[in-house]
Every structure is written in C-alpha cells, then in structure tokens.
C-alpha cells in the first residue's frame, strides 16, 4: 500500500506536456519553402525520394513475405522427409541385415573350404578387396543416412557378391 502512495506522488511530479502559445507550423512551412527555393535540386529529390521509400518499403515488404512462404515450404518439405526417411529406415536395416547375413554365411562357407593359394596373395587382387570393402561401408552409411534410397540395397548386394567372387579368387591363386 505504501509502495503504491509513493508511486502516485511520484507520478503526480513529473513534467506534464505543455501546449505551445502559437501555431508553430506556418513558421515551420515557412522555412521549409525558403530551403526549397534555396535549394530546388535538393527539394526536389526531397519530394522525389518519398516515392523510392515506399517502392523500397514495398519490395522489402514482398521479399519478406515471399521468404517466409519459402521458408515455411522448406520445413514441410524437411518435416515430410523426416517421416519418410523414419517409414523406410526399418526396412532398409531389415535388408541390409539380411544381405550382411547371407553375406557372412557366403564368406564363412568359402572360408572352411580347403584353399589352393599361395602363401602371398596379390597386391592388385588386396587392394582390389581394400576398394569393395570401402564401397560396403559407404552403401552402408548412405542407407543410414537417406534409407529412402533403396537402389542402395542392390548395389550392396552387388558389392558383396563382387567380394565373395575377389576371395575365391585370392584362395585358388
């Protein structure tokens, strides 16, 4: 209560408006026009100018609008890859744990097999296997990334077959 007392007296202390005696305006207008005729380019693009604020206003006023319309267009666009991306992940991780299992049989299979190869294999034949091996990990990171590309998945099939056939060949050389 006390606090709202001393916030009134202090309200009822401040300067208040004060009206002028006269009309300032027609001394105002007075000397506007005497700069004018002082200055006529000057006054001129004065007068001028107030037609490129509002184009200006205007054209900031569209852009803005039309940024706002792109920019709500692109977080549907996001939102709506978001959802398609999360649809399509669980069955691209179901084929590529398929593929990675027929895969590791394939491999596993090959590799119980009695081998014909030489103690060294080729330098050309590893680095070839390096390559397929590198080309597995990136399918494999492109499917996690973007699971909606699903071409993906035959070409990691692909890939792995490419590297069963490069390890037969290194254990019958």
């Known amino acids: 209560m ?12 401040l300067k208040r408006d004060i ?4 009309d300032l305006w027609p001394g105002i207008a007075a000397r506007v026009a005497a700069t004018e005729q002082q200055h006529p380019a000057r006054a001129s693009r004065f007068h001028g100018g107030w037609r490129v604020a509002l184009a200006a206003s205007l054209v900031v006023a569209a852009t803005l609008a039309l940024s706002g319309v792109q920019q709500h267009r692109a977080e549907t666009a996001t ?6 991306r999360a649809q399509a992940a669980p069955f691209v991780a179901g084929q590529v744990r398929s593929l990675d299992g027929a895969y590791a049989g394939a491999l596993d299979e090959l590799r119980a097999q009695p081998s014909e190869a030489a103690a060294t294999v080729s330098p050309t034949l590893m680095a070839a296997a390096a390559r397929l091996d590198a080309a597995e990990i990136e399918l ?3 499917l996690a ?4 590309a699903t071409y ?7 890939t792995q077959a490419k590297r069963l056939e490069l ?3 290194m254990r019958s050389t």
């Open 145 to 148: 990334a973007e699971p909606r």
């Open 2 to 13: 006390n606090d709202d007392f001393e916030l009134r007296r202090r309200l009822a202390d």
């Open 79 to 84: 939102a709506q890859i978001g959802a398609a």
């Open 140 to 142: 494999k990171a492109s």
């Open 167 to 169: 390890e037969k060949m």
């Open 152 to 158: 993906l998945i035959e070409m990691l099939g692909r």
């Open 19 to 22: 009206e002028p005696g006269a």
